[in-house]
């Protein structure tokens, strides 16, 4: 490859043929959920049951035997691997399927389905089993303090992540969207970051997102036939 730094953005789209559902499909989950009832601080405040509940039935999904990372999960990892310049990945999707391809040089800037935060202390912790508003945090011993650990509308990705992609977005020569719809800001904006530093700009894809016209280039088709044919 003749690029130095590399900046690959990915979403729900690459994750797909994981068998982990996209949201804005016609069977996404935006399509049995609505938003503002799950993925809002102001519905974990009304209705903390709901929210868990539906992290936790895509908790257990993602620990399912057969969920595991895809052709295009795996070239990516093959790919940080065998680059010589800076790769970074940035990944809106809080499944674990790029560190399970093998990916380290990771920011997952919408949180971790497998992380719970207590709202007390901000403490992170791994956690693997369905959760509810009378769990009992393990750091300040109180009853629904917990909440996923997931960067809902209306929040702020984490600052010092958000540093550091944009640190890296303002020095890449290329950048890689991947199995995104391009609805979601900031992620949506980064493309145009990309482009005025004079990046080149690839959108993989199932069909055009809605941040086509900002790439220049394009390849529509399954993610994990098409990046695997991209990055080798
Ligand atoms: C395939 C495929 C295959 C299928 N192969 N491809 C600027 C302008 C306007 C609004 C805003 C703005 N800045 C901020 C906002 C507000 C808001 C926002 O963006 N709203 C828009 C809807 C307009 N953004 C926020 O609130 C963000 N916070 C923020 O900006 O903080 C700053 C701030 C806050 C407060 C005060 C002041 C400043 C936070 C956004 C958090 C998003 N969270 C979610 C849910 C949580 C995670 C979870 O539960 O999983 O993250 S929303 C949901 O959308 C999820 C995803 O990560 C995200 C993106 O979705 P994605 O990945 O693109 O999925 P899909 O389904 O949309 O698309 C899949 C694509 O794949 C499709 O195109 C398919 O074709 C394709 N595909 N199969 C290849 N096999």
Known sequence: MQYQNI???????????????????????????????????????????????????????????????????????????????????????????????????????????LNLRCTTSGQVFTHHKPVGPDARCGCCGQMGTLRPDIVWFGEMPMPMQMELIYDALESCDLFISIGTSGHVYPAAGFVEVANRVGAETVEINLEPSKKQSAFDRHIYGPASREVPLFVE
């Open 7 to 113: 900046v690959i953005l990915t979403g729900a789209g690459i994750s797909a043929e994981s068998g982990i559902r996209t949201f804005r499909a016609a069977d996404g989950l935006w399509e049995n959920h609505r938003i503002e009832d799950v993925a809002t601080p102001e519905a974990f405040a009304r209705n903390p049951e709901l929210v868990h509940q539906f992290y936790n039935q895509r908790r257990e999904q993602l620990l399912l035997p057969d969920i595991g990372p895809n052709p295009a999960h795996l070239a990516l990892a093959k790919l940080e691997q065998n680059f010589k310049g800076a790769l970074l990945l940035v990944t809106q999707n809080i499944d674990n399927l790029h560190e399970r391809a093998g990916s380290r040089n990771l920011i997952h800037m919408h949180g971790e389905l």
